[in-house]
């Protein structure tokens, strides 16, 4: 699943459940700029990058022992709770599994913003679940106007509080600073909905905000000075 989104535009293009596309965010980009769409999903989109020229790899690609090794682990869980399967049981296994989200949001020299997000998803999903990185306003957003956001998390949840969008809105119609939104979407409506998670996310004047309500979240930022700053665990 990855999408993309333009802030001087507000054009955006998504993909969901591919499954042999090299690099699933140019197809996301192929959709926003030459599609009539925004979202394509499964055989269609593969079919699109195909018409498109994108790479086409077998799905054994993507396929790395770490990986395969980390599912295994999480179906032995699974199989050693299905003995009790309720619904707290299950809300820790999901969040106790691991995510595996890359995103990005930019901002370019002429002042536009644009964010990219793109996931294998949650480890051991079900029937052709999607998350919320190809969900535009869940998993992306970007506006000039305010900010451009990436999320990464326990995607139902960020569905459900169109949290990219979300901290967008808090800035343009309550007057709150990029931190401020990202704040109270990520440390408290999320919380309180009882998901977890967090954002990347810069605004149109180049604040940066790392929010997160986990143990921690793999992140960096990088200034028109070439500064490097990496971050995992700490604030």
Known sequence: DASIMDGKTLNAGAVAGVTNIKNPINLA??????????????????EFATQRGLEIVDPSY???????????????????????????????FIKDSKFGTVGCAALDKNGNLA???????????????????PIIGAGTYANNATCAVSS?????????GVVAYDIS????????????????????????????????AIDHEGNVAMEFN???MYRATMNKKAELQIGIYEK
């Open 115 to 133: 964010a990219g997000t793109s996931t294998g998803g949650m480890t051991n999903k079900r029937w052709n679940r999607i998350g919320d990185s």
């Open 214 to 216: 986990t143990a921690g």
């Open 29 to 46: 980009y192929e959709v926003m700029e030459n599609s009539e769409h925004v979202l394509l999903a499964g055989k269609g989109a593969e």
């Open 62 to 92: 993507f396929y790395t022992e770490n990986r395969f090794k980390s599912l295994q682990k999480v179906k032995e869980r699974e199989r050693e709770k299905s003995g009790n399967k309720t619904a707290a049981n299950y809300d820790s």
């Open 152 to 160: 990464t998390g326990w995607g139902e949840f960020f569905i459900r």
């Open 169 to 200: 809105a808090l800035m343009e119609y309550k007057g709150l600073s990029l931190q401020e939104a990202a704040a109270e979407v990520i440390q408290k409506k999320i919380p309180k909905m009882g998901g977890d998670g967090g954002i990347i």
